[in-house]
């Protein structure tokens, strides 16, 4: 059942990398919230390939078709479907992989857990193309956010090694977030930036690839919002972000550089500010015991190096049972940061809406519909 | 509904910091298994607090009891649960709290959560102190993993930025974990184990506190375990290990280290080793597309420093309205490293055994009972 | 995993019949709710056995007794949790049936499920006896609706074949269930109870047993709570009543009886009465499309002759592999009917008050907290 | 959420009556069964409308288009997705809804529960054509509970109060099932039948409605299924066949008949048979404890007479806030019992095989994968 998320909501994402069609079916969502589609398919565009040098040259239109859940253009109470049509796969490029697992990606594990009978071509349903469903309901779950007053954004932290500026933990603006979101290569500081690109391109020309951290950050929340223990905000986040292939590693607030830290300087003041409570530094990253404090929620996601690299590995062969090599052909991303930056706002959002769904449920004292 | 957790078992966690009682509830355990009592309580005296010079003198005898599940000593298919008693609780320390938001606690989200309904005495449900019964499901899943041949283990990989050796990523063995768990400040190295110590004491003069790393490992652990997307390895072990107070950061294998490496030196490359597919590195951490390959499983998570320190802070006053001083006074640990071992441990246990379960589901081929 | 129920909130019950304790834990309810503990030990004791002559005289007080989620008396937003010892286990009234299951008893079925490792001592985990924690979870939420002005009642419908008068299914009122509340034997039609009551006589002096029927009614809910499909009101009330023991069939409104009639005459046509919309007839019994009409909510569950009757039965020996008998001596309900009320009370409380909370996510237009 | 369903699996169902599409994703199908489409496309022909005289024109080819899951004609462990496109809208039939409820529809719940923002046309989400998605999944079902040796059937048990023979409940066999499959009118005693055909043939002569009953049966399902409390094959069964619009009532073997005799009668006393161990008699109808027995599980459910009638009837204008007359156009089952029997078998074969899953997580001394 991995490919359903959700306490108060219900997101299942289908398909595979080269099956008819892949996409997401949401269930739960309040009904009379307009979807502006073309916004929608705005988002879309950030993650679709083809889109720079740096992306693979698969031209997928990627633009969602809504089966349900619309009248006239609202939510209605039905489940939201929309789907994606698989009109570029070639499969041929993948029929090596049948037998040859290629290591870094789920090949293996695949064919352990479902004793061959998985799917293989593009890698199924471990395909990174499973991310533009993910982005169809980010992209839902963003806009009824905004409804909210709550923005989530992102920008490449990290690529090879070179570091971008980090957001403000205690000021990050929507303004950050309307120039990151219309830059094809969102960063704070661009010279950094062009410096990342350069280790792309190496690492492309090298038939390698590299990876980094991705930071994201959601302003506007209110404070409150989130379970204790196993269903707090970092819980939630993790549990959305981790379904992003690549990922391996987050953080919040401070993170591991605050573990090295005291608690004195760890630590976030309590003020007041504008009849607000408010910290003077967000270690905490917005949120304490699992719960949003109204302070920037930010977070810092690991993005493994692209495991599709076209230099030889070493691989073994199911068949043969002995070892030997692989070289991976087709079109793949020497870096798959930049297109994962909306697939970790998606993933955030569905974190942050499921979450302060639940909240509205234990607010006491209000009446019922 | 934050602190239950489980897809085929269903977790439960109950009690506040000086409630009557804390315990928890597990149901959708298999039946049949022998619960070695004795081994659980061993297991449950390694986060005890009052067990050094570096934690808390609150001394609970903190034994569970055990109120239903067992049949002479053997799971018998009924709900699993136990209770511990607070019996040392010292309500009058924490009056204060119920005004003045500690910094670095929950004391101030759960008030905006809550209202101010909250049990703020000692942290309530926010208290560290709910660990105990998250180590009681631990204890158990241990040994219900150890009957499959799993066994899971823990050191400290850091304090205070001071680094212990890490587990040898491929080679992580028993041996290591048997030795871990006999010592009370458990480390590679014990070297660094001692400048540690000193960083420990240092914080504790100077009414401060520090934070760490843990690094946890898996090992015998049969490859195709996790689902896709939402319900891998990682999305669980990250969505319990989040349960505990103090967690700010996770990352699987090479994690942060390895998105600044190379796609070829990050990928980690297949081989036939006694039959069996194993990878020479592990830089994946035991986990490809969320499922386990057969190699060790390994995750570090980082703890922040424990927020109350006996310096004085900045607050705010609730029914003031204005900006105030803390100094937090009681027992408390400089620094929760060791104590927070089992935790991990245990968390990383019941996403692993729930995952195992899961994985029962999916065998092909095979008759049902 | 059946022990714990709900989409909004998590209710987990424990316990055997002779373990320990029996309890339950209640994850998610609203914070700030005040409990009246004399009221839920009222409430409690209207299922308590040995309450006259037509039950076991099983004496156990079954007081449950608070472990965590109140502050002061008020629900702090923590896990509920309460048990009830168990005092009064004479367990070797009971060790006959290992061996022998006991006809219309899970005895059988659970040797099946957990091959023997169950325990059988007074049905273990299947004995009514676990209704008293779904009691104390009832009680609980049958304030926490009356907060929100529904009311919760039940009656005896029919007892071995003999009917009561029905609920006016467009008036039930509020006064109808205080007046049943205070019976011992809740009827609407006094000469019924009394023929009722002989024929429970009847059978006990026969060592057999008798069945009936529950007609239950829930007032004060407002228009729009359930969900489509599978979390309707009529699924979600199923689902907490067939938890009960001994109940084997469930109607809503007309039910059986309005499947013989034409659409013309089921269909209940709309009015407007004080400026809402009402029906005229209530053959839908408060719900179409699993969503509540603000009529009353009614339903009729039909509970299985008590299976421990002292006549001796045929059955089989596990261990000899062969045909033999058994006559269950002990204490046991001739009618479990009467103390059946609470319990469906309780379980109909759980599946609205879930749904109800549920419907708070999606009311539109509505500001978070 | 309400229209997901599922422990074990993750059962989504998309659309409305008038939306570009309707479907269903299943997650958590195990890997490696060949799925068999002919045979699913004529299961999906027994629920098709436009079938016989007594079913409404709407000739939809309900066709369902398989999205993803597949790999070669094989479940590949990816979620299984489909959709059938809604080709023969004619949605001005149905504007005059959109302010006057139907009597006996879902319209006025959904306008109280979605404020007006609903789907109102065909009624939407609640229409009875979102069957056609479960009869998918449910189609799905029984061919991978067949791979098991378990087979689900049904008859129609009652239309307007004229009785079929009930199912042996100890004896029905597959030759029974086949030869009520065969049937467009699967009834047991042809007589009735006719009877029935004749009570249908009158009610839409008169622009009226009949209801009825249908039974259900599963057979060779191993003892041991289901879970206690809350997930027994009880409350699963209720859970998913109370998904069906029109359902109002279930009975599980003697049901409310059963209640009305006596224990001695209403036990079904244990034999020894061909070295298992059964039940003489079945009025458990196959389940104990919420648990399978082994024997023939059989139920029945209660179907309303069709809402939708030419006849003119009350009801009110939303907008004007007064009463009206409102008489239903457009193309209406007489009798939706027929069409509901596939419907019965799709719901009971979500609920069973999804548990049949279930009880492998729970099998002692198995080895995981």
Redesign the interface.
């Known amino acids: 059942?991995?490919?359903?998320?959700?306490?108060?909501?219900?997101v299942?994402?289908?398909?595979?990398s080269h099956?008819?069609?892949?996409?997401v079916?949401i269930?739960?969502l309040?009904?009379?919230?307009r979807i502006d589609l073309e916004k929608l398919g705005q988002f879309m565009s950030r993650r679709a390939p083809g889109r720079n040098e740096y992306s693979t040259q698969r031209s997928e239109s990627d633009t969602p078709?809504?089966?349900?859940?619309l009248?006239d253009g609202?939510?209605?109470?039905?489940?939201?479907?929309a789907?994606i049509k698989n009109t570029d796969a070639v499969s041929r490029d993948y029929s090596e992989v049948s037998d040859k697992?290629r290591?870094?990606?789920?090949d293996?594990?695949?064919q352990?857990?479902?004793?061959g009978?998985?799917?293989y071509?593009g890698g199924?349903?471990?395909s990174g193309r499973?991310t533009a469903p993910l982005c169809i309901a980010g992209g839902i779950m963003l806009q009824l956010l905004e409804e909210?007053g709550i923005k989530v954004g992102a920008h490449i932290c990290?690529i090879?090694?070179v570091r971008d500026f980090s957001f403000d933990p205690v000021n990050v603006s929507e303004e950050d977030f309307d120039r990151l979101r219309a830059s094809s290569f969102p960063v704070n500081d661009p010279e950094a930036g062009e410096i990342m690109k350069s280790a792309i391109s190496a690492?492309k020309k090298a038939g390698?690839?590299?990876?980094?951290?991705i930071e994201c950050a959601a302003i506007g929340l209110?404070?409150?919002?989130?379970?204790?223990?196993?269903?707090?905000m970092?819980?939630m986040i993790?549990?959305?972000v981790?379904?992003i292939?690549a990922?391996?590693?987050?953080?919040?607030?401070?993170?591991?550089t605050?573990?090295?830290?005291?608690?004195?300087?760890?630590?976030?003041?309590?003020?007041?500010e504008n009849?607000m409570?408010r910290?003077?530094t967000n270690?905490?990253?917005g949120?304490?015991?699992?719960?949003?404090?109204?302070m920037p929620l930010i977070f810092r996601v690991?993005?493994?190096?692209?495991?599709?690299?076209s230099?030889e590995?070493?691989?073994?062969s199911f068949s043969a049972?002995?070892?030997t090599k692989i070289s991976i052909k087709g079109r793949h991303d020497p870096c798959i940061v930049p297109r994962a930056i909306p697939c970790v706002e998606s993933a955030a959002s569905l974190a942050i809406y499921d979450s302060?769904?639940?909240?509205?449920?234990?607010?006491?004292?209000?009446?019922?519909?």
Chains 1, 2, 3, 4 share one sequence.
Not at 208 to 213: A, E, I, L
Not at 356 to 369: A, D, F, M, V, Y
């Open positions: 059942m991995g490919s359903s998320f959700g306490k108060n909501i219900n299942s994402i289908f398909g595979q099956s008819a069609s892949i996409g079916v269930d739960g309040p009904a009379g919230h078709v809504i089966l349900s859940g009248k609202v939510l209605c109470g039905a489940p939201f479907a789907v697992p290591p870094g990606h789920a293996f594990t695949a352990m857990k479902y004793n009978t998985q799917d071509s199924g349903h471990f499973l909210e990290e090879a090694g690492a390698d690839s590299v990876g980094g951290v209110p404070a409150g919002v989130g379970d204790p223990m196993f269903d707090g970092e819980n993790a549990c959305t981790f379904a292939p990922v391996k590693g987050i953080e919040f607030g401070s993170g591991f605050g573990s090295r830290s005291m608690g004195s300087a760890n630590n976030d003041p309590f003020t007041w009849g409570i910290t003077l270690n905490h990253g949120i304490l015991g699992g719960i949003t404090s109204g690991s993005i493994k190096p692209t495991p599709s690299i230099i590995q070493e691989t073994v049972k002995e070892k302060l769904l639940g909240s509205r449920i234990h607010r006491k004292g209000e009446n019922n519909r």
